[in-house]
């Protein structure tokens, strides 16, 4: 045993001398193997990282949240929509809205300890000869860090007095305070929103994740001013449920299905106008969703490696024509058939490692782009690394086993007179 093994490494160590060598005596033609290869693997990386940014960022918002908080929404379907502006591809459009009459109808159940609701836009904002277009306004309920996490650095949230008389205050992030007054306290400044003066209370801190936009200039206000001086799409306001200590997620679940079918007058087997959904089966969504990348990632990589695979024939085959003669003098030596294709094999797939490297060099720095540039926390897998080995040593084995098994078969006696 342990002669075979000090046998193999030898031959392991030549054929990648040799494809090594081959690959600086033909670079043109070894250029469509390793770019085959490198592209597949890049995807392989690139979607896995982002897939991966995308979980993590779905489970800390989740965990910010508490683990028994669930939402009602006015429409939930789960998955990608599609709408084209019809009626039939638009069933939210049959759902009311959610109300605050509703949210506060929640907030009295007993099996309900806290209920946030929220509306989002888009907007100016400024202060003084610094003015930014599209700002994240947020207009919540008093309680809304409880759910969304993080920390007031400075200042503090307002108050319960100040949502009820809809108070012209404002939280803001540490990157708004950044573009609109670096290196001053933002807390006691007034800026103005949508044209109207707000004053600043304090700055608020999250981690960046993929559906809070911490990672750009944010904001928010009570959502009785909100709806007051913001532009915005009506009718999508959300509610987050916080049940009490004592309560389980379903019996608090249970009350709020029935306080809002009673309130909105459906009957007994009438479908919900509105949706409850659990955090498992957001989960769920995103868990579809990525599924859906990670089949679309094994396509576009497997087309990629096929690509590669065919150069990788092409390479091998010619390597066999212009080695005849080497491997007539092999044979003639005494070299078995299952060494000749032992050392053809090590030659491809030594060559589809070379673009397998290239592409995590590549993935890496597509994972890093995203990374830096989008909210989303993109991050190499181990999983996608071996991944990316393994099937770019396959494509090598597999794709040369033709040209290998055709070299092992050469006459010894013909390949000698090859010329």
């Known amino acids: 045993m342990r002669r075979r093994a000090a046998g193999t490494l030898p031959r392991l160590a030549e054929g990648v001398a040799i494809a090594l060598g081959s690959l600086r005596a033909g670079k043109v033609r070894a250029a469509l193997t390793i770019l085959g290869v490198a592209i597949g693997v890049t995807v392989v990386i690139a979607m896995g990282a982002a897939i991966t940014g995308i979980n993590r960022s779905v489970g800390r918002i989740l965990e910010a949240a508490g683990p028994k908080t669930f939402f009602?929404?006015?429409?939930?379907?789960?998955?990608?929509n599609v709408s084209d502006g019809?009626?039939?591809t638009s069933p939210w459009r049959r759902n009311p809205w959610l109300t605050v009459q509703e949210a506060e109808l929640i907030r009295r159940l007993p099996a309900v300890r806290d209920v946030n609701l929220g509306e989002y836009t888009q907007g100016p904002v400024s202060y003084g000869d610094v003015s930014l277009r599209n700002v994240a306004v947020?207009?919540?309920?008093?309680?809304?860090?409880?759910?969304?996490g993080g920390d007031i650095l400075e200042g503090r949230n307002f108050t319960e007095a100040e949502y009820a008389a809809g108070a012209r205050v404002a939280v803001i992030n540490d990157r708004?305070?950044?573009?609109?007054?670096?290196?001053?306290?933002?807390?006691?400044?007034?800026?103005?929103?949508?044209g109207q003066p707000f004053t600043v209370v304090g700055m608020h801190a999250e981690a960046a994740s993929l559906f809070s936009n911490a990672d750009k200039p944010r904001l928010a206000i009570p959502h009785t001013a909100f709806i007051k001086v913001a532009e915005y799409e009506k009718g999508w306001m959300d509610l987050a449920v916080v049940p009490t200590e004592a309560a389980t997620v379903l019996e608090a679940q249970d009350q709020v299905v029935a306080a809002l079918r009673t309130a909105r007058g459906l009957r007994p087997g009438e479908a919900n106008d509105f949706a409850v959904v659990t955090q498992n089966r957001l989960l769920e969504t995103f868990n579809s969703i990525t599924f859906g990348f990670f089949v679309a990632m094994i396509a576009l990589s497997s087309v990629a490696l096929m690509v590669g695979g065919v150069g990788v024939v092409a390479i091998m085959m010619i390597s066999v024509t212009e080695r005849t003669r080497e491997i007539g003098v092999r044979k003639a030596l005494g070299a078995t058939r299952r060494e000749?294709?032992?050392?053809?094999?090590v030659e491809a797939a030594t060559l589809t490692l070379v673009g397998c490297l290239l592409g995590m060099l590549l993935g890496a720095g597509a994972a890093w782009v995203v990374r830096s540039f989008t909210p989303i926390p993109a991050t190499v897998p181990a999983g996608s690394v071996a991944a990316a080995v393994l099937a770019s040593i396959l494509t090598g084995v597999l794709f040369g086993l033709y040209p290998a098994s055709r070299a092992a078969r050469l006459d010894p006696v013909e390949a000698l007179r090859y010329e």
């Open 72 to 80: 009602v929404f006015r429409y939930f379907q789960g998955g990608i």
């Open 340 to 345: 000749i294709m032992f050392q053809f094999l």
């Open 138 to 148: 947020a207009g919540f309920g008093p309680h809304w860090i409880r759910l969304n």
């Open 86 to 88: 019809s009626d039939e």
């Open 176 to 194: 708004l305070r950044d573009a609109l007054f670096p290196r001053l306290d933002p807390v006691g400044k007034t800026i103005k929103i949508f």
